[in-house]
Structure formats: structure tokens, C-alpha cells
């Protein structure tokens, strides 16, 4: 390896995360770097924390009654947990795809435009061609542009999960957490999230929650694996599913368990 | 198959078994539809018997002139007027509080034990009979605030009747929204009381609408409210819009039922079931209103 003189940058870092809900400890002394403009993709059986990791990052866990957080975060360069924190706008640089689309029962314009237009105060021609822009960014203009009026939920799963991920991207956000979001769609409209994927790492840093471990070879940089609340590995994931350190890593990736 | 059947039972059992559930589900299912035809027929004969004997009453004329010849003649346009006004205060004051109250309900309140308390004591008021608001109304707005029997005293009367089930209304509508909508708006960075009033409550709307109507043109057609607190019985006033006016007692189409049939014999048969037949396509109205609007926000939303 090239000696470097600038170390890498993380756009999330955490140290020692512990998560408990009420007295179930869900998430163990977790350390964790996720790298600028990289797709880092967190994989483990079910129910080992991934989506309560993710939701430590934009602190979506503040609504689940009874949750408590410990440890050391910087999340786009911000310490979510800090006394002072702004979760405005934490969570406007912190974009979040769920499992299941979850598109507002209005139209596909308003669902793009509320935030902008709440946040950035965007109005007329310049909303409209931010709304434009966005929708072409997640491949879903072509689809849509006739009806733009139209209700969201007139849309197919697949062209929903890209009209929450235009929704994601119209507030501008750094880091896109994503919460294995094709698992309810069908292979060829996972084909085209996993495409974003891809082109958006360029600019943005993207965090993968996903059960399906070809997904994450195709789409991921990085690689995290989960179990029982501990992060057991992270790494390369070229080099995690070459040659993983730990046996039970090398156990999941060759499929004995999970 | 006999090899396989041994130890099912053999079709004749079977078919005795199927005979009777059969003859069960027949049996049920011919109550259900008798009571359906009970309940359709009895509203048609209410309908019916309205229609026919309020219509020959109803004119423009009858709905826009004043009573005549000591109520014996004339039209009840004070009473409709009467209960517009009624309702458009209602409606106005009933809005926000109600809409205020069920935000607070559904999205503030948690499930403590004050929550828990406060919900039940709401329930109990819209549960409790018009007539009682009516008492209460006379004690505090009528006396004891010396608003004196008026406009001002009937608005106050029938929001309190309204507000406690409109709370009720709006909190169920809001919380039929699905979490994720409301976990999606908060994502994105949005403020609570942003994710409430451009996610939560327009997703909720039809439902929060129909709440809203259905209560206030319920309370429009009460009597018991404000018998005591608003109504008048014979009004001829001309009616000038002003400060004056909420001070004034109104005369109202449920009232003028209710009291012209108590007075047996003075008002024309044919006036009062034109008065009920006004009443019935007052409230009727409001709620054609009320469920196109509805409509329009449902398809808007894609629902
Ligand atoms: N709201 C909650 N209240 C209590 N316990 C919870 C809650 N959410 C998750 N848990 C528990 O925390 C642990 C981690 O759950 P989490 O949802 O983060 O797992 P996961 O890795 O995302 O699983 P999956 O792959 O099935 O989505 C589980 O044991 C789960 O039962
Ligand atoms: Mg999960």
C-alpha cells in the first residue's frame, strides 16, 4: 500500500455505539468508518442491529419510545448527539431510504417539492426545474413527466422507491442511508436502484442496509458485517469476501448460516 | 377413492354436513337481507313521507319571505336564515379547536395517564346529550356572561356540543395515517409541526373533513342546544349584519319544529313538513358539499 499523506475521509464515524431498547441491548460497542463518496454496504442475519445502526446516524431513534443511545458520532461532520444539535439539520444532510416505499399521498411534483420548498424556501420555475432535475437524477423523468399531478400512489413499487430516493436527493443531502431498499421490489427495478447506486457514489456517501450479498458485491466498496449487535468486520469488500478475518464472517458469506 | 377415504368421513356424511352449514349460511343470510330491506324501506318511508307532504309547501317563495298572518301563512326564511347563521359560527369556531384538539390528541398527548384521562373525558362529552349542552350554556354564556339568549350564546352552545367529537374525529383520522408517511416526512428533515401540517394533516384530510361536516350539520339540525341559548320562535325582524346582530336570539329551523308542534294546531300541517323537508335538504346540502370536496382531496392524494 501507497504510503498517503491525506487520510482517508470519513463522512460517518462512530465509536463505541450502544443501543439499548429499554433493557434489550441491541447494538454492542459498535466502531464504525464509512468513507466519502463510497458505498458501504452492512450486511448480517436478521435482526443483528443494521437498522438500528442506521437509524443512530439521523437519529430516527429518538421515536422509538424507550431507546437509548451511547457513544462517539460525526455524521457529515456534525455530532448528532451533541447537547446542541440541530436534527433539522442533521437530518437534512442525512437522507434516509426505507425498506417499503413510503411516498406522501399527494402528487409526485409535491412530494419532491415539500422539503425543498420548506427548507430552501424554492419557489416557481426554480422549484420546477429543481423537481425536473432531481427526478432525471433518479431515473424516474422519463416515467413520470406527463404526470406530474398525478398522485404518488398511482406509481409502481419500483417507481415509488425512486420517487423517495428524488425525494432524498432534492434536500441536498451528503450521506444517503438506505434500508435494504429493493427488498420490495422486483429484479429489474432493483437493477435500476442498484444502478443509482452506483452513479450517485460519485457524489454522495451512501450506507447499505441489504440481505441480498451479490447486491452488496455489486454495489459496495466497503463492507460491514453485523451479528448479535457487533460490527464483527469491516473492510475492503473485495478483500472481506476474498478473505475474511473472522470465521463467522467467512460463515455467512459462504452462506451456512443467515 | 376408497383406498384414501377409510378413515374420512364417507360422502353421504359430507354431504348431510354441507346440507347444513348450508342451510345455515341460507338462513343467515336471509336475515341479514330482510333486516337490509327493513332499514332501506324504513328510510325511504321517512324520506317518502317528508318528500310528499314538505313538497307541496316548498317554493322559492316559501324558502325567502317572512311569516305571515301570525305564522299561519308565509314562508320561513328567518328560520333558514336563521340557521345558516347558526351554522357558519359553529363551523368557524368548531374548526380550529376541534382541528387544534385532535393535532394535540393524536401527535402531542402521548399515552399517559393524563392523555389517557383527557381522552376518555372528551369521549364522555361527545357522547353526552345535546340538551345537557343546552343547560350549560343557558348557566354560563346565557347568564352568567350576560350574553342574554342569542346568536352569540347559540355559536358558543353548539361549538362546545361539536368540538368534543370533532377532537375525537380529527385524532382517529390522523392516526389512520400510516407511521411511515409520518417517519418519511421527519427524514427529510422537516419540523414536527411541519411533518404534522403538510404531511400528516393533508394526508389525513378526508377523513378530518368528513368529521367536520358531519358534526357541524348534525349540531345545525339539534334543537336542545339552543332552545335555550339562541332560539326565538316568531321573527319577522329584517336582519341588518352587525355587532347588534350576535346579540340578538335567532329563529332556526329545528326549533320552529319542535315548537310548532308544540303549539299544536297554529301553524299549518303543511308548513311544519315544509319546514322539515327545509331542514332535511339544509343538512343534505352542506354534506353534497362536504363529499365533493372530499372527493376531490381523495383523488388528489391518489387514497
Ligand atoms: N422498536 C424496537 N423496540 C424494541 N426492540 C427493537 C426495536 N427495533 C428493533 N429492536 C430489536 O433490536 C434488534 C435489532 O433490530 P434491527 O431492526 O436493527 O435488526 P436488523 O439487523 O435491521 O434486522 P433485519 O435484517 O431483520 O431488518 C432486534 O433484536 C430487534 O428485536
Ligand atoms: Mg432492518
Not at chain 1, 455530532?79 to 437530518?91: C, E, S, V
Not at chain 1, 427526478?135 to 416515467?143: S, T, V
Not at chain 2, 383527557?118 to 350576560?146: D, E, M, N, Q, Y
Not at chain 2, 394526508?203 to 339539534?222: F, I, K, Q, Y
Amino acid at each position: 500500500m501507497v504510503a498517503v499523506a491525506s487520510p482517508v475521509k470519513h463522512a460517518v464515524r462512530a465509536e463505541d455505539v450502544n443501543l439499548y431498547y429499554g433493557t434489550k441491548h441491541a447494538l454492542k460497542g459498535v466502531n464504525f468508518a464509512a468513507p466519502s463518496r463510497q458505498v458501504t454496504a452492512m450486511i448480517g442475519p436478521s435482526g443483528c442491529g443494521k437498522s438500528s445502526f442506521l437509524r443512530c446516524l439521523n437519529r430516527m431513534n429518538d421515536r422509538i419510545p424507550g431507546a437509548k443511545v451511547t457513544g462517539k458520532f460525526e455524521v457529515a461532520g456534525m455530532d448528532p448527539y451533541a447537547k446542541n444539535a440541530d436534527l433539522m439539520r442533521l437530518r437534512r444532510a442525512v437522507g434516509m431510504l426505507f425498506q417499503k416505499p413510503n411516498p406522501f399521498p399527494s402528487s409526485v411534483f409535491e412530494n419532491i417539492a415539500l422539503a425543498p420548498s420548506l427548507h430552501y424556501g424554492i419557489k416557481g420555475s426554480t422549484l420546477e426545474g429543481m423537481v425536473e432535475e432531481t427526478l432525471k437524477r433518479a431515473a424516474l423523468w422519463d416515467e413520470v413527466k406527463d404526470h406530474l399531478r398525478r398522485s404518488a400512489l398511482e406509481l409502481s413499487g419500483g417507481q415509488q422507491q425512486r420517487l423517495c430516493l428524488a425525494r432524498m436527493l432534492a434536500v441536498e443531502p451528503e450521506i444517503l442511508l438506505m434500508d435494504e431498499p429493493c427488498s420490495a421490489l422486483d429484479p429489474i427495478s432493483t437493477g435500476k436502484i442498484e444502478d443509482l447506486i452506483s452513479e450517485l457514489s460519485k457524489d454522495y456517501t451512501v450506507l447499505i442496509v441489504t440481505h441480498n450479498l451479490q447486491q452488496a458485491h455489486r454495489v459496495s466498496s466497503q463492507l460491514a458485517f453485523f451479528m448479535l449487535g457487533e460490527l464483527v468486520e469491516m473492510g475492503d469488500t473485495e478483500a472481506v469476501f476474498e478473505s475474511a478475518q473472522s470465521e463467522v464472517t467467512r460463515d455467512y458469506l459462504s452462506g451456512r448460516f443467515g | 377413492m376408497a383406498v384414501l377415504g377409510s378413515s374420512r368421513p364417507n360422502q353421504a356424511e359430507l354431504h348431510g354436513r354441507d346440507v347444513r352449514r348450508l342451510r345455515h349460511g341460507k338462513f343467515l343470510i336471509g336475515v341479514a337481507t330482510t333486516v337490509h330491506y327493513l332499514v332501506v324501506a324504513m328510510t325511504l318511508a321517512l324520506i317518502g313521507t317528508i318528500l310528499v307532504k314538505g313538497l307541496p309547501a316548498i317554493s322559492w317563495e316559501f324558502l325567502t319571505s317572512y311569516p305571515a298572518e301570525g305564522m299561519t301563512q308565509g314562508g320561513i326564511w328567518p328560520m333558514l336564515r336563521g340557521s345558516i347563521l347558526l351554522m357558519v359560527g359553529t363551523l368557524a369556531l368548531t374548526l380550529p379547536f376541534g382541528l387544534l384538539g385532535g393535532i394535540w390528541l393524536a401527535e402531542y398527548a402521548g399515552d399517559g395517564r393524563m392523555a389517557r384521562t383527557l381522552r376518555a373525558s372528551i369521549a364522555t362529552l361527545a357522547g353526552t346529550p345535546s340538551i345537557i349542552f343546552g343547560l350549560f350554556g343557558l348557566a354560563i354564556f346565557v347568564l352568567k356572561l350576560k350574553l342574554g339568549t342569542s346568536l352569540l350564546a347559540g355559536w358558543f352552545t353548539l361549538a362546545l356540543f361539536s368540538i368534543p367529537i370533532v377532537v375525537l374525529t380529527t385524532e382517529q383520522a390522523l392516526r389512520a395515517v400510516p407511521e411511515s408517511i409520518e417517519d418519511g416526512a421527519i427524514a427529510l428533515g422537516l419540523s414536527r409541526w411541519q411533518t404534522i401540517w403538510k404531511v400528516m394533516l393533508p394526508s389525513a384530510l378526508p377523513g378530518v373533513m368528513t368529521g367536520l361536516v358531519l358534526t357541524v350539520t348534525r349540531a345545525a339540525g339539534e334543537a336542545p342546544p339552543i332552545l335555550m341559548t339562541a332560539a326565538i320562535y316568531y321573527s319577522t325582524e329584517k336582519l341588518s349584519l352587525g355587532w347588534e346582530t350576535l346579540k340578538k336570539p335567532v329563529a332556526n329551523l329545528p326549533y320552529h319544529l319542535a315548537e310548532g308542534y308544540r303549539q299544536g294546531g297554529v301553524i299549518p300541517e303543511k308548513i311544519i313538513w315544509g319546514t322539515c323537508l327545509t331542514l332535511m335538504l339544509f343538512v343534505l346540502t352542506i354534506n353534497l358539499f362536504a363529499i365533493v370536496i372530499r372527493t376531490r382531496a381523495r383523488k388528489k392524494a391518489g387514497w
